[in-house]
């Protein structure tokens, strides 16, 4: 053969693929039918304006156009009408409406509805039919397309959808898609993603080609090569999950040498392969919740493809995606594909990696796939895809050797830079925030290097606190119900903080100095104050972490091996060193919290994880109140709910103030704490105080019945009876859980003949 | 005057449109610079070629021909090295603001489409080679088919295409007026519907951490990871694809059925009898059929699509020139579906005229033939000649007797190469006395080819048994004439089948009857004479030579002249006993 002849093959072999399952007719008979329509709902309107719609003049019409759209269905699938400028398309087929103005004037019709097109999902009924020409017939809504959409509901027609008023983009107008920044397109990509999942959760079809130009985009935005997703801000976690899987599989796949039609393709798939969620939250009479919800999920994805009608080359590799993406790469039915291996890379990756579900830090998640490969993960595909991420991955928190601490922010360039990327300098040395956006190239930098790495050791992964994510989502949902942008309640109060809260705040305060009986005080602030996040405290190597959530503590951690729950555990004799030994060492339980693989291996149930994770809260948070030298500082953050232990501890900050306290047994520094003795103390009229619950021992409570508000704190200590310090002890608890305060001295009121 | 291409249907090969430029009537407005003018028939023919596989055959000569046409205006047009920058606008490309392509019809329109599409700009260096010009053909003409698919447009399948030495500039198509309003409505609707909280959980268990190492991963490695998303690997995955979620579906899963199946089902199987995958078609049937339980109202009907008379149609169009025997994969699938298998083929060979599929389908109508023999024999007498031919030929290689019977029907059929098929047949065929009288009859063909092969049939397959009937009916056409040279082989002809009684028979014939006779049937005798001689001529007795001689010296000059060529002969072959 020539070369003309084999192009002619080559060609032809292309142009088939394309028409595969569908003849070469189905053109002209889209054509054909959808003429029909048009032409029947334009004359259906004519006469709507003449005679009622329940006049026996349209019993032939409505019965033509019913039975027009249903070949169309059947042709199609689904079926997109829209009018733009003076022309009719029918999924991408131009209508040819010969003879006078129909095409211009039915796009009239439409525009003065403040709508450009119309896509049915389903057929309707003739009945339905009337409905809708009835509604297109008589004047506009002043609420134009929303108020069309409201009508269209209560006349039962749920499977239209309306299409806004459309226009051919002239050159040069703004808005070309290769002009758009990352973070334009990512936002974008987001309510995309939004708006799909919502179509197929309706018994929509699946429509690639907004997705396809989406990925082409991001592609554009260098996808490929690096790092584009900016997660917009309050983003629907399936919405920002899939983005990032994108971008990861667009990067392992670019590594992989895929060429640009398979890269894109990839890319497509990646943004459907949990699709099959949307059938599960489908319907609310019949939500598919749980492993339930996780077993189905990919053939419900399939099921959700296969809407789409005709064959092609990137909807099976969809299909497979979605089939495989949660199998093994030594499955024993067979290898998966090759683009479900590498969502699974990605969507593992970045499932382990965020709060909602893990909580990992980069590192440690990927050290965790890395140890898979050839099981799990494919052998070639994990080394390059820890080749991609480097041996700190980005987002994950380090300390530099020159005691700056940030997070990592950049994908290897290369094998050089493989533990040496860029660092984003969040905390200097001395504990000041860093000014925005220092970036430090460690390839660069000789004399620097990466000390440590936060988040590293047994704290590596949190259960996810699912009630918590309920009620989160439940509040998403409700607050896009009634319209608003997604806001979340104004009272974190009432609602736990959402699921996806970032960290908007650094440390807010630099370090302080810890001083014997300080950290009293500084609790009683931070409870009475309502606040939420993280209260460091250091002292020397050790360094201890309370998580504060509304001002009570939910969480402590010590980097001190002898303060790690299972040696508290251990002492305490809520297990033996043996139980202990055997939930350290079991393969199921690495990288998981030492509370969940106790409940897992039957070891405990979850009173006793409770108590335990009770205890050594309580013994941390208490060390740490002993300590008599160090700083402590405060980080103010919203608390992501996936922070919050499962189960949650049953500490009460009131309680642990106390009992501080009462740990305090040098008098001199109980004194020290109290201050000026001649301020009189009164009861707080705190609203947090109203609703305290403490244990008060019974002295607490006598010297609580002593307070008037006009006695001072040195004539309480005569009064109370008790022993000196235990009623110096008294007084100094009450002030630090608040349920006390002094009054400043110029405005205790004295009583007469009173000593000052 | 538009542009576009007369129409013609997709397999009508006889209209073949000129691939010169049909003079647009507006030519004279598009292109003033020769640059222009070279750009204007160059866009043209890209234009034509793209649409052209909307109304032909790939493999069209038509198509052909633009393609040739669309290389030598591309070239041209590129010579001078300047790459070519398209504005496109509605109606028009423009180069350098000179209007080079101009068709305002909407459906031929290539400015039209491309503009709808959203490309703003097309450039195409002067560096690029026939490769990346034939995948902008193909974008272009994919474009053109694919309702159904909502995949592609024609800026993502540029990006696709990954060019190197041609660009373009796009954006989106046609926009919403309100695209915040738009955006709003849609998220409106978005956030009602949410994924489970705990989607993806819970996590796959891991085992120990492994460090963090660099890997230097082999391109063979790569290569070989990426080749499984080869072109070619596109049968194997749909097939494996389908597979997958038939048993997925007989699993029992709540999640899928057989109904959402076995659509897409349909669409693989489409695909690949466009390919001429047989291989994975016939894995699917097995497939199928395994779990045809699942659904036998559903399944079966399917199946039968999969060997109907579109698909074999399809199958046997793809049959490669130099197949001489049926593709043990088909035959295996026909194996796989024996409802009505022999109906579809027969229907197909009907349909088939490639030489190659034509013998294909004949071998598997024989192979198949046993299925239902009377309907085969009951569409040989209705069928056009051709098939006639070849389903004779199948039966009677499948079912030689049935084949006979058939065939000696066949030799009063009316078209001539059927009634030579029928002859092969009979030929081929043992001596019967069925075939012997069909035969016979035969020698008042008016077809003189057909006679002498009766006399060749009958001479080499038969005995005594047909002397008699042959002589009756040699006198009795003697009067009207015949050739020579059937005389001769008659002669031949009934010596061979019975020497002794074939010498009386030509001493009568070669003596004439009494003065009377030598009158009335001079015609007729003189023909006799001479097949008495041609036929004494092979009898080893003197009397035979005896007679020839006699004959000689009564006969006129031309018969003479035959008595003593058949005398020498006799003495060259040594005939005679003498």
Redesign the interface.
């Known amino acids: 053969m020539d070369d003309i002849a084999v192009a002619q093959a080559q060609l032809g072999k292309a142009i088939n693929r394309a028409r595969a399952g569908e003849d070469r007719a189905l053109a002209g008979r889209v054509r054909d039918e959808g003429e029909r329509l048009v032409k029947l709902l334009y004359g259906a309107l004519g006469m709507a304006k003449l005679h009622a719609l329940t006049n026996r003049a349209f019993d032939q019409p409505i019965a033509d156009i019913t039975r027009a759209l249903g070949v169309l269905l059947d042709l199609l699938g689904a079926v997109h009408l829209l009018a733009v400028e003076e022309q009719v398309y029918m999924n991408d087929i131009r209508i040819r409406l010969e003879g006078g103005d129909i095409g211009d004037d039915f796009g009239k019709k439409l525009r003065e509805h403040g709508i450009g097109g119309l896509s049915f999902h389903g057929p309707l009924t003739e009945t339905q039919f009337r409905g809708l020409v009835a509604i297109l017939a008589r004047e506009p809504d002043p609420a134009a397309r929303a108020g069309l959409q409201a009508a269209l509901r209560e006349a039962g027609i749920d499977s239209l959808d309306l299409a806004g008023i459309h226009h051919f983009r002239l050159a040069g107008e703004a808005g070309g898609h290769t002009a758009v920044d990352a973070a334009t397109m990512s936002e974008r990509g987001a309510a995309l993603l939004d708006e799909v999942f919502e179509n197929l959760a309706g018994s929509r079809q699946p429509n690639p080609l907004p997705t396809r130009r989406l990925v082409t985009g991001l592609l554009d935005a260098g996808a490929a090569t690096q790092w584009v997703v900016v997660e917009p801000e309050d983003v629907s976690p399936y919405a920002a999950h899939n983005l990032r899987v994108c971008n990861l599989v667009l990067l392992l796949g670019n590594a992989l040498g895929l060429t640009p039609g398979v890269l894109q393709d990839l890319g497509v798939a990646a943004m459907f392969h949990d699709a099959g969620y949307a059938l599960c939250s489908a319907s609310p009479e019949q939500q598919i919740e749980g492993e339930r919800a996780f077993d189905l999920h990919p053939l419900l994805a399939v099921r959700v493809l296969l809407r789409q009608r005709g064959f092609h080359e990137a909807k099976i590799r969809r299909v497979m995606t979605a089939l495989d993406h949660h199998r093994r790469y030594d499955d024993s039915r067979g290898v998966p594909s090759l683009f479900g291996r590498i969502v699974a890379i990605a969507e593992d990756y970045d499932t382990l990696t965020q709060p909602r579900s893990g909580g990992l830090s980069p590192r440690r998640a990927l050290s965790l796939m890395a140890a898979a490969a050839g099981g799990v993960y494919d052998p070639v595909l994990l080394p390059l895809f820890v080749n991609l991420m480097g041996a700190y991955p980005r987002q994950t928190r380090v300390r530099l050797s020159d005691g700056r601490v940030g997070r990592v922010v950049s994908l290897p360039r290369a094998k050089e830079s493989f533990a040496r990327p860029v660092v984003r300098v969040e905390r200097l040395a001395d504990g000041r925030t860093a000014p925005d956006e220092t970036d430090v190239d460690l390839a660069w930098e000789a004399g620097l290097r990466i000390e440590s790495v936060f988040d590293e050791g047994a704290s590596t992964s949190i259960e996810p606190d699912l009630a918590t994510l309920k009620v989160v989502n439940e509040a998403r949902r409700a607050a896009a119900r009634v319209g608003a942008n997604r806001a979340m309640p104004a009272s974190l109060s009432q609602v736990p903080p959402p699921a996806t809260a970032p960290r908007t705040t650094l440390p807010s305060a630099a370090a302080k100095p810890l001083s014997e009986g300080a950290l009293p005080g500084v609790l009683r602030d931070l409870y009475l104050g309502n606040k939420s996040g993280t209260l460091h405290l250091r002292r020397q190597a050790k360094h201890l972490s309370l998580l504060i959530w509304e001002g009570n503590a939910l969480h402590a951690s010590s980097t001190a091996p002898e303060d790690h729950l299972g040696a508290v555990a251990v002492r305490e004799g809520l297990m033996s060193q043996t139980d202990l030994d055997r939930a350290n060492e079991a393969p199921a339980g690495q990288g998981k919290r030492l509370g969940f693989v106790l409940r897992e291996m039957g070891i405990m149930d979850d009173a006793q994880v409770g108590d335990a994770l009770t205890v050594h809260a309580r013994e941390v948070i208490l060390k740490a109140l002993s300590w008599t030298e160090g700083s402590y500082s405060f980080e103010e953050h919203a608390l992501s709910p996936e922070l919050i232990a499962n189960p949650p501890l049953r500490l009460s900050t009131p309680d642990l103030i106390l009992e501080a306290v009462r740990r305090l047994t040098d008098p001199d520094v109980v004194r020290y704490h109290l201050g000026d003795v001649d301020r009189v103390a009164r009861l707080s009229a705190h609203p947090r105080v109203k609703a305290m619950s403490v244990g008060l021992a019974p002295l607490d409570g006598y010297t609580l019945s002593r307070i008037d508000g006009q006695t001072t704190l040195r004539e309480l200590m005569r009064l109370v009876p008790g022993e000196r310090l235990a009623v110096m002890q008294s007084l100094f608890g009450l002030l630090c859980v608040g349920l006390i305060e002094l009054l400043p001295p110029a405005s205790s009121p004295r009583r007469s003949g009173q000593p000052g | 005057m538009s542009t576009s291409e007369p129409e013609a249907s997709?397999a009508d090969t006889a209209v073949q449109p000129s691939p010169e430029t049909t003079p647009l009537v507006e030519e004279a407005r598009v292109g003033v610079s020769d640059r222009a003018r070279r750009a204007n028939l160059a866009v043209l023919a890209l234009s034509r070629a793209a649409r052209s596989?909307?109304l032909y055959?790939?493999?069209n000569d038509a198509?052909?021909r633009f393609?040739?046409d669309l290389?030598t205006r591309m070239t041209q047009a590129l010579a001078g090295g300047d790459a070519l920058r398209f504005?496109?606008?509605?109606f028009e490309l423009a180069l350098d603001g000179e209007v080079v392509y101009l068709e305002r019809d909407?459906?031929h329109s290539l400015a039209f489409r491309m503009?709808?599409d959203?490309v703003?700009r097309l450039t195409i260096s002067g560096a690029a080679d026939?490769d990346e010009m034939?995948r902008l053909?193909?974008i272009l003409?994919?474009r053109?088919?694919?309702?159904?698919?909502?995949?592609?447009?024609i800026?993502?399948l540029l990006?696709?295409?990954?060019f190197k030495h041609i660009e373009i500039?796009?954006?989106?198509?046609?926009?919403?007026?309100?695209e915040e309003?738009?955006?709003q409505?849609?998220?409106?609707?978005?956030?009602?519907?949410?994924?489970?909280?705990?989607?993806?959980?819970?996590?796959?268990?891991?085992?120990?951490?492994?460090?963090?190492?660099?890997?230097d991963?082999a391109e063979e490695?790569?290569?070989?990871?990426?080749a499984?998303?080869a072109?070619h690997f596109?049968a194997a995955?749909?097939a494996?694809?389908a597979t997958?979620?038939i048993e997925?579906a007989a699993e029992g899963?709540?999640?899928?059925g057989v109904a959402?199946?076995l659509?897409?089902i349909?669409?693989?199987r489409?695909?690949l009898l466009?390919?001429g995958q047989l291989e994975q078609l016939t894995t699917l049937v097995r497939i199928l059929q395994m779990n045809v339980l699942l659904d036998v109202a559903r399944i079966e009907p399917l199946m039968l699509t999969f060997a109907d008379r579109r698909a074999l149609t399809q199958i046997l169009h793809s049959t490669p020139k130099s197949m001489d025997t049926p593709p043990p994969e088909l035959v295996e699938l026909l194996d796989l579906l024996p409802a009505d298998r022999l109906v579809r083929l027969v229907d197909a060979l009907s349909a088939e005229r490639g030489e190659a599929a034509r013998r294909v389908a004949r071998q598997l109508v024989e192979r198949y033939a046993g299925d239902d023999p009377e309907y085969l024999v009951s569409r040989l007498h209705t069928a056009e000649a051709s098939v006639t031919c070849d389903l004779l030929r199948a039966l009677s290689g499948a079912l030689p007797d049935r084949g006979v019977e058939v065939a000696a029907d066949l030799i009063q059929h009316p078209d001539a190469s059927v009634v030579s098929e029928a002859m092969r047949r009979l030929e081929a065929a043992p001596a019967q006395p069925r075939v012997a009288r069909a035969l016979l009859r035969l020698l008042d063909s008016p077809h003189d080819e057909m006679r002498l092969q009766v006399l060749e049939i009958l001479s080499n397959h038969y005995g005594a048994v047909v002397f008699e009937p042959l002589v009756r009916s040699t006198e009795r056409r003697a009067p009207a004439g015949f050739p020579i040279e059937e005389a001769e082989l008659i002669g031949r002809t009934l010596a061979r089948l019975s020497p002794s009684a074939a010498l009386a028979v030509f001493k009568g014939w070669a003596r004439p009857k009494g003065l009377m006779g030598r009158f009335v049937e001079s015609r007729g005798h003189s023909l006799l004479a001479w097949v008495a001689v041609a036929g004494l001529g092979g009898l080893a007795e003197e009397e035979a030579e005896t007679t020839i001689r006699e004959t000689a010296n009564r006969a006129d000059a031309e018969l003479r002249r035959h008595c003593m060529a058949t005398l020498a002969r006799r003495r060259r072959e040594g005939v005679s006993r003498g």
């Open positions: 997709p596989f909307l055959d790939p493999a198509i052909r393609i040739e290389r504005e496109v606008r509605p909407r459906e503009y709808r959203g703003r026939w034939l053909l193909e003409s994919i053109y088919t694919g309702v159904r698919q909502y995949e592609d447009d800026v993502t990006w696709k295409a990954g500039e796009a954006v989106e198509g046609f926009v919403p007026e309100d309003e738009d955006a409505a849609r998220r409106a609707r978005a956030g009602a519907v949410s994924a489970p909280d705990d989607w993806d959980l819970p996590l796959r268990p891991l085992g120990a951490a492994a460090p963090l190492v660099w890997t991963v490695a790569r290569q070989t990871l990426c499984e998303e072109s596109l995955n749909a494996q694809a997958a979620l997925r899963s709540e999640a899928i959402e199946v659509p897409f349909a669409e693989v489409d695909f466009a390919e």
